[in-house]
């Protein structure tokens, strides 16, 4: 079991930046990627967005169309950062960090709030 906790989140005004961390913890090499989703005001978990995600043996990285370009995902260590930048209104919500590991279903952390205005 992997256990995931985001940080980082808060209130921006748009075109500004926010840097997510999630620390991971427990049987990390179990997860095969570990990436972010977007979970938007009204939507449920299982229908948020795919971010970005990176492979944890060899920092293969995978963007989402819609954050090519602005975000960067990236890993210290057992932590895996979201560096947001050029943030938009339609980026607020909530962000789970999640592990797919090699084998069993996928782990998520707790979440954090992103709130950019306008």
């Known amino acids: 079991q992997v256990q995931l906790v985001e940080s980082g989140g808060g209130l921006v005004q748009a075109g500004g930046s926010l840097r997510l961390s999630c620390a991971a913890s427990?049987?990390?090499?179990?997860?095969?990627?570990v990436g972010w989703f977007h979970q938007p005001p009204g939507k449920e978990r299982a229908t948020s967005d795919f971010?970005?995600?990176?492979?944890?043996?060899?920092?293969y990285t995978y963007y989402a169309d819609f954050v090519k370009g602005r975000f960067t995902i990236s890993r210290d260590s057992n932590t895996v950062i979201l560096q947001m930048n050029s943030l938009k209104t339609e980026d607020t919500g909530l962000y789970y960090c999640?592990?797919?590991?090699?084998?069993?279903?996928?782990?998520w952390g707790q979440g954090t709030q992103v709130t950019v205005s306008s």
């Open positions: 427990g049987r990390t090499d179990s997860c095969d990627v």
């Open positions: 971010v970005a995600y990176i492979r944890w043996s060899n920092d």
């Open positions: 999640y592990c797919d590991p090699f084998i069993g279903g996928r782990n």
